[in-house]
């Protein structure tokens, strides 16, 4: 067993996965490689609700290889809870106080131009911006951490606690690992289904890998600060709530194979895309 170049204790490794340390946490976060940004559009975009054009349409939008590497009760937690954003009226999407926030920054910025030393009217409105602007955008990120807290049990109620929870735990080890799929190499040359392919290569991540994604997420979502609250926490908290079962039944059957001609051509689109990237 190889040791940790960091602190000397055995490594967790499952070839050809690279290994990682389970005491000190060596290489489990990993760079991205540049060779995956050429694939940028191909990611497993997390879903999202949005309003866009001028009648402000609502349109959920989920990428194709996370639709893909979901079972179809998982399906349902993910539909439900981008549903749940939009009829909680999420702070960030809403237009008021996107508009207002965004004035205030340019107030701030405006006032600090003009800030002169011993100038004390300036120095009283700008700190009067900074102060409001600081405090609404601590107000925002509370709202954006209940709204996410709210959509999960509403997805809870309509799928079921334990698919909402798998869904979780499928969005920091499943759709993470297919970005590591997703090298230009591997697409270029590969000549199966691609879609088929990548439902292969999630399927086989053995357990250990899906440790350090897990891992990896806890330890990233400490650094980053970002409008959803930690993953282990929120499904902690789905833990806790009583709709074990859920509303809503995926169907059984064949789901999704109305996607399978779309999902055909962007796979033969981005093969060409990958094979002109190698040889050029
Ligand atoms: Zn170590
Ligand atoms: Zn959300």
């Known amino acids: 067993m190889t040791a940790c170049p960091q602190c000397d204790q055995p490594l967790k490794s499952e070839p050809p996965y690279a290994g990682w340390c389970p005491s000190c946490d060596w290489n489990v976060v ?116 209940r709204a996410e807290y709210r959509a999960d049990e509403l997805a809870a109620r309509a799928a079921g606690t334990t698919a909402t929870i798998s869904l979780l735990d499928a969005l920091i080890t499943r759709a993470e690992s297919v970005h590591d799929f997703l090298d230009a190499s591997v697409v270029a040359t590969r000549t199966d289904d691609l879609w088929t392919a990548i439902r292969s290569y999630v399927e086989s991540l053995p357990e250990s890998e899906r440790e350090r994604l897990r891992r990896a997420a806890r330890l990233e979502e400490l650094r980053v600060d970002r409008t959803h609250p930690p993953t282990y926490l929120r499904m902690s908290r789905l833990a806790a709530l009583p709709y074990e079962e859920g509303r809503v039944r995926a169907p059984g059957g064949a789901s999704g194979t109305e996607l399978a001609s779309p999902a055909a051509r962007v796979a033969e689109a981005i093969r060409e895309d990958a094979q002109s990237a190698l040889y050029r």
């Open 30 to 145: 990993r760079a991205p490689s540049t060779g995956k940004t050429r694939f940028a559009r191909l990611q497993t975009k997390l879903a999202s609700f949005m309003t866009y054009g001028r009648r402000r349409r609502r349109v959920v939008e989920i990428g194709y290889p996370l639709w893909l590497v979901l079972t179809p009760q998982e399906r349902v937690a993910l539909l439900a809870h981008e549903m749940a954003h939009s009829s909680n009226g999420d702070g960030r999407h809403g237009l008021v106080v996107g508009s207002a926030l965004h004035s205030l920054g340019v107030l701030r910025d405006v006032t600090r131009f003009d800030w002169q030393e011993g100038d004390g009217v300036s120095r009283l409105v700008a700190e009067t911006f900074l102060a409001v602007l600081g405090l609404m955008e601590l107000l925002l990120y509370r709202s954006a951490q």
